[in-house]
């Protein structure tokens, strides 16, 4: 009846610093930190249209979910729970990517890649399509179960089921599936698409209800005028918008994540 929601091991070597932090911010969307940067598209363009020579389609997002299973697996302790005020390291590097099942611009869902640091861009690719065409098509969709549940709520109890669907999960780490929760619904990190909105950038908020400590919102790949070795050139850039927990990561891991996905942004072979 009852499983473990995530693999989990203790996070060992604690830092004075790490402790402050845990004790200072609460949760994560008092110790947000928000950034942005327009990476090179060269890289991508190559892989895309490759891609596109083979009969295959690649988007900028999927490329961006590996960078983020890339960086997140550089830098393991923020691929981490935080527990009665301690923190726990995940075994897996899983990405979750967020799915518009319909037109209407209500409803959302959203499907896990799971160890998505070790699957290449065609497995990846494969499996985000075939995943979204069954949420699409009704045929499998993890979070239906629990969006029916909520859309039969009244507002002012939504709040309390998913706090408690967070201390259930997370806290205690058990996993029920009579409540129809999907097991470990958000993964290591998170990656929504506003580029296929049109929209070329804006920062994303963190969950309050699930402890999902990065999100990234990759935005429209645009031309902008940058500066190449002392002159002003146009060059195709992909905005990719961060949002992180600080009690998690500071300014040194923040740099070795960045550090990982601009090199895999620059050469996603």
């Not at 209407?104 to 690719?125: A, H, P, W, Y």
């Not at 098509?137 to 706090?163: C, E, H, N, Q, Y």
């Not at 961060?242 to 891991?253: A, E, I, K």
């Amino acid at each position: 009846m009852f499983r473990k929601n995530i693999q989990l091991k203790p996070y060992r070597g604690m830092s004075p610093w790490r402790k402050v932090a845990l004790a200072t911010w609460r949760n994560s969307e008092e110790a947000s930190v928000y950034g942005w940067v327009d990476f090179d598209s060269s890289g991508m363009r190559v892989v895309m249209e490759r891609f596109k020579a083979e009969g295959k389609s690649l988007s900028p997002t999927t490329i961006a979910a590996k960078g983020l299973a890339t960086a997140i697996a550089s830098y393991p302790r923020i691929n981490s729970v935080i527990r009665f005020g301690r923190i726990y390291e995940r075994r897996d590097v899983d990405i979750f990517l967020q799915v518009a099942p319909d037109d209407s611009g209500e409803n959302l869902s959203g499907m896990v890649v799971r160890q998505c640091d070790q699957k290449s861009l065609e497995e990846i690719s494969e499996e985000i399509r075939d995943k979204v065409s069954k949420i699409k098509s009704g045929k499998k969709d993890d979070f239906a179960k629990v969006t029916k549940t909520l859309s039969m709520s009244p507002t002012f109890l939504i709040g309390w089921i998913l706090r408690l669907m967070k201390f259930l999960n997370y806290t205690l780490n058990i996993w029920i599936p009579a409540l129809g929760t999907p097991r470990d619904a958000f993964g290591s990190g998170m990656v929504t698409s506003l580029g296929m909105m049109g929209i070329q950038r804006g920062l994303a908020p963190m969950l309050p209800f699930y402890p999902c400590p990065i999100i990234i919102a990759v935005g429209k790949l645009e031309d902008k005028a940058v500066v190449v070795n002392a002159e002003v050139v146009v060059q195709e850039v992909l905005p990719i918008c961060v949002t992180f927990d600080h009690r998690l990561v500071d300014g040194v891991g923040a740099a070795k994540m960045f550090k990982a996905l601009s090199e895999y942004i620059a050469n996603p072979t």
